[in-house]
T-cell receptor
Framework: KAGVTQTPRYLIKTRGQQVTLSCSPISGHRSVSWYQQTPGQGLQFLFEYFSETQRNKGNFPGRFSGRQFSNSRSEMNVSTLELGDSALYLC?????????????????FGPGTRLTVL | GIQVEQSPPDLILQEGANSTLRCNFSDSVNNLQWFHQNPWGQLINLFYIPSGTKQNGRLSATTVATERYSLLYISSSQTTDSGVYFCAVATGNQFYFGTGTSLTVIP
């Protein structure tokens, strides 16, 4: 089974531009989460989508948005880029569900998109 | 949100040594994972361990959910074990990550 894929792997943009990142989850996984990783702030949760609905959102400004399509693929968009948006953006997919009354939600990560804002 | 603390923040080991990494969390969780981040940034799943003990080769992990901590044991460390180890906990659908333990194994 193919893993989580993210495109593009590397991206260079200038301040004020916008960017769209894509994530394809593992086949059968309906939950997709996005994270931002920077040296100063560590791994921070952006948002999570399940069946095309945003279920959770982290503490990021409205410039960060996302969506999920019917095939579970997800995109995130950052508008009006700032220097501080330079980061590794990671996508994770999970097969969220319950079994025997116990919930499971193991996340699997893609290789990430490294965004540099100049 | 849930606070996740990992210790130690940095660890340098001689090849062949053993180590224990700790993850403390501030609230009840229903999921916990350990990851290894390689130099290229990829997060590799090590354990999905909301409770109990698991072993995979030289690595093992124990989570005591009632006491809000988890331990990752690395035995007979190798240079390829170098990297950053993250603990992530979840309540519901949202995961919270610790700040990681940076491990360097020297030959």
């Amino acid at each position: 089974k193919a893993g989580v894929t993210q495109t593009p792997r590397y991206l260079i943009k200038t301040r004020g531009q916008q960017v769209t990142l894509s994530c394809s989850p593992i086949s059968g996984h309906r939950s997709v989460s996005w994270y931002q990783q920077t040296p100063g702030q560590g791994l921070q949760f952006l948002f999570e989508y399940f069946s095309e609905t945003q279920r959770n959102k982290g503490n990021f400004p409205g410039r960060f948005s996302g969506r999920q399509f019917s095939n579970s693929r997800s995109e995130m968009n950052v508008s009006t880029l700032e220097l501080g948006d330079s980061a590794l953006y990671l996508c994770a997919s999970s097969l969220y569900g319950t079994s025997g009354g116990i919930s499971y939600n193991e996340q699997f990560f893609g290789p990430g998109t490294r965004l540099t804002v100049l | 949100g849930i606070q996740v603390e990992q210790s130690p923040p940095d660890l340098i080991l001689q090849e062949g040594a053993n180590s224990t990494l700790r993850c403390n969390f501030s609230d009840s969780v229903n999921n916990l994972q350990w990851f290894h981040q390689n130099p290229w940034g990829q997060l590799i799943n090590l354990f999905y361990i909301p409770s109990g003990t698991k072993q995979n080769g030289r690595l093992s992990a124990t989570t005591v959910a009632t006491e809000r901590y988890s331990l990752l044991y690395i035995s007979s460390s190798q240079t390829t074990d170098s990297g950053v180890y993250f603990c992530a906990v979840a309540t519901g659908n949202q995961f919270y990550f610790g700040t990681g333990t940076s491990l360097t194994v020297i030959p």
